[in-house]
């Protein structure tokens, strides 16, 4: 049995250093300590062994078992250490880690989010439309005549087929209404386009935030509250805001609304930041005919819109002198916007 046992033992040793994959180990494993395993087969022998030689044949039997088992393990840590320098193609994972510098929000995004949600408590939701819109839904629809300054050539990107580009989000107020029936309480955040030359002040591509509600008896009290709210949410409870009046064709009465900001060691100054309005009644009619029923019915409802400037409201909230930084995505400006 000895013999046995030695033989087990120098065939185990060798077999094992041949092995090159955790799942030749596990047949080997079975081979030798398996329920059928040699180990196993020689340890069921020992009920035959002369009572006098058992201590010995005991003693050898669990040597060759623990050699085997130490040997398997070693082996399974060898076979990991080989397939984890495989993995990391030799680098040491143990050296300290190269920082990767953090983004953060934009800070059209951060004012953008910071409007949304305040409109979102107060029962709005998101609508969206497409930049590339029909002269009816940017124009006709909204009551400006074929004769409006705002369709001239030089101030809008048109398309050969007469489609354009988005002069304002005010479509949005169109197509949500087209597609339902009030009451509405949307906000439509997206991009518009105008042909101005770019400065300080202007870019031909930049961002409003429509919003439209309307409902039975949605009056300009209605307006004005949930402006100087979203306005103060955003530039401090105290900041002053004035409704002034003013014409869109597509409102009527419409105000722009200016707020009083405090620059420091300078005069105080009325500001303006953004246009609204009670739906002119034509709004709805147009809405009508689109539809083909008389769901907006001026008699039975009525609403307010208005449309802020993004870009604007950033460069008044943070003292942004220059339009363009906006856009440019300079990283030393972006940082100051953590
Ligand atoms: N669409 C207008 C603009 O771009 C703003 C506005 C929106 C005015 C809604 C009134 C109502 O200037």
Redesign the pocket.
């Known amino acids: 049995m000895l013999k046995e046992l030695e033989a087990i033992h120098s065939d185990a040793i060798s077999a094992i250093a041949e092995i090159a994959d955790a799942d030749g180990l596990e047949t080997f494993r079975i081979a030798y300590l398996g329920r059928k395993g040699r180990i196993t087969v020689v340890s069921a022998g020992m009920k035959d062994i002369p009572k006098e030689d058992k201590p010995a044949a005991g003693k050898a039997l669990n040597q060759v078992r623990g050699a085997i088992t130490t040997a398997i393990s070693e082996k399974a840590e060898a076979l990991q250490n080989e397939a984890d320098s495989k993995a990391s193609g030799n680098i040491d994972v143990t050296l300290p880690g190269q920082p990767t510098p953090r983004g953060s929000r934009h800070p059209i995004s951060q004012i953008l989010d910071q409007a949304v949600a305040t409109l979102r408590r107060m029962g709005f939701s998101l609508a969206s439309g497409p930049e590339i819109e029909t002269e009816w839904h940017c124009f006709d629809a909204l009551n400006t005549p074929p004769d409006h300054p705002a369709r001239n050539e030089s101030d809008t990107f048109y398309f050969q087929d007469g489609r354009l580009l988005r002069?304002?989000?005010?479509t949005v107020q169109i197509r949500s209404m087209e597609s339902s029936p009030p009451p509405i309480r949307v906000i439509a955040p997206g991009a518009?386009f105008r042909r101005d030359e770019i400065d300080s002040t202007h870019l031909s591509n930049f961002n409003?935030l429509?919003g439209l509600y309307v409902d039975e008896g949605v009056s300009l009290a209605d307006l004005k509250g949930t402006l100087e709210y979203l306005l103060r949410s955003i530039f401090g409870e105290k900041t002053p805001v004035r409704f002034r009046p003013h014409f869109?064709p597509?409102?009527e009465p419409?105000f722009e609304i200016d707020i009083m900001l405090e620059a420091r060691g300078k005069k105080s100054k009325w500001i303006e930041i953004a246009?609204?309005?009670m739906v002119d009644p034509d709004v709805f009619s147009a809405v009508n005919k689109a539809r083909g029923d008389s769901a907006y019915d001026a008699d039975q409802v009525s609403g307010f819109?208005?449309?802020l400037g993004l870009e604007r409201l950033a460069m008044i909230l943070w003292g942004i002198a220059d339009i363009r930084l906006l856009i440019e995505n300079d990283i030393r400006f972006l940082r100051q916007f953590p």
């Open positions: 002069t304002h989000t005010s518009a409003q429509e869109f597509f409102t419409s246009g609204c309005g819109a208005f449309g």
